[in-house]
């Protein structure tokens, strides 16, 4: 069992930058593959960014790429997303996510962990 809190949301204008951070427990964290997904009102949650259990491996999704940057921090458990240059359109509740199968990173339903969420909300 894996159990994902999340943190770092908040209200923020446009052009600002927000570090997301995820905390995780258990022993396997080292061998997990990790996502962050968002949700937006009225919308699908909609992959953001994974990263390899190594932490070598990165995927970003097209339309926050160049501006959001996952990374983690294997000894302390934790994955970030650094996210730059904020614009109204990321509006969301961001999930941080345990991968458990697949080869897809970007799959949502080969993931089966998740966070409560950390919302962010991002005026013009």
């Known amino acids: 069992q894996v159990q994902l809190v999340e943190s770092g949301g908040g209200l923020v204008q446009a052009g600002d930058s927000l570090r997301l951070s995820c905390a995780a427990s258990?022993?396997?964290?080292?061998?997990?593959?990790m996502g962050w997904f968002r949700q937006a009102p009225g919308k699908e949650r909609e992959f953001v960014a994974a990263?390899?259990?190594?932490?070598?491996?990165?995927v970003h999704a097209g339309s926050v790429k160049g501006r959001f940057t996952i990374s983690r921090d294997n000894a302390k458990n934790t994955v970030y997303l650094q996210m730059n240059s904020l614009k109204p359109e990321d509006t969301a509740v961001y999930y941080c996510?345990?991968?458990?199968?697949?080869?897809?990173?970007?799959?949502?339903?080969?993931?089966?962990?998740w966070g409560q969420g950390t919302q962010v909300t991002v005026s013009s």
């Open positions: 990263i390899s259990a190594s932490g070598i491996n990165t």
């Open positions: 996510a345990a991968k458990v199968s697949g080869a897809d990173n970007v799959y949502i339903l080969n993931y089966a962990y």
């Open positions: 258990g022993n396997t964290f080292s061998s997990t593959t």
